[in-house]
């Protein structure tokens, strides 16, 4: 289908049907009673190997630009920012901060096998992204997370997110750092390390 839609040349309707894929198969995963992103996630893995999966990449990312600033208005609007004073969710998102943090770095200890600057692996790790996100504003909107603890889940991904990028720059050398090179395709769309 795909390879016959690509032979008219017109990309944005291939773009367009790998989007409908897409949900259809988180549509699926949803009946299934699995997450969204778990079937939109297969119908990624289902797309790549195709002959056509840089182009349907590129027209994704397009409505990618579109679609995430929503996703995050969305997000941010389920937060209760004056929650963020009240004693028992900044304690439970400091805890959270200081499990995401310790943990991670942690885990880049735990890889005995690698011989490189753990530290950095560690740090790396550290940032919890969208994902994240998505899985606590599930939870949110499923009763299983009460609006204070989906909004210190939210504190800790955003603490966690803008923690890694100094503590990085710190763990370099100012004559190791170059400039990376241009954001393109999908990870120009994603916020975690």
């Given amino acids: 289908l795909f390879a016959m839609l690509a032979r008219l040349g017109r990309q944005e309707t291939v773009a367009t049907m790998a989007v409908v894929l897409a949900f259809f198969i988180a549509y699926l995963a949803d009946a299934a009673g699995s997450a969204l992103i778990i079937g939109a996630f297969t119908a990624g ?12 990449e590129e027209g994704v990312v397009r409505l990618g630009h579109f679609f995430v600033p929503i996703f995050f208005v969305t997000v941010g609007a389920a937060v209760d920012v004056r929650s963020f004073g009240q004693l028992d ?34 740090v790396g790790m550290i940032p919890r992204g969208e994902v994240g996100l998505i899985f606590a504003q ?56």
């Avoid at 893995?45 to 349907?56: D, F, G, K």
């Avoid at 400091?94 to 600057?117: E, P, Q, T």
């Fill in 45 to 56: 893995l289902l797309l790549q190997p195709t002959p056509q999966a840089a182009m349907i």
């Fill in 138 to 193: 599930l939870g949110l909107t499923a009763g299983v997370l009460s609006v204070g603890e989906f909004s210190a889940l939210t504190l800790m991904v955003m603490v966690t997110t803008f923690l890694a990028p100094p503590l990085l720059k710190a763990l370099f050398p100012r004559t190791a750092r170059r400039e990376p090179p241009p954001r393109s395709g999908i990870a120009g769309l994603t916020t975690e390390a």
């Fill in 89 to 122: 969710v900044a304690m439970v998102g400091v805890a959270l901060i200081a499990v995401a943090v310790i943990g991670k770095f942690a885990a880049g200890y735990a890889a005995i096998w690698f011989k490189g600057r753990k530290s950095v692996i560690g």
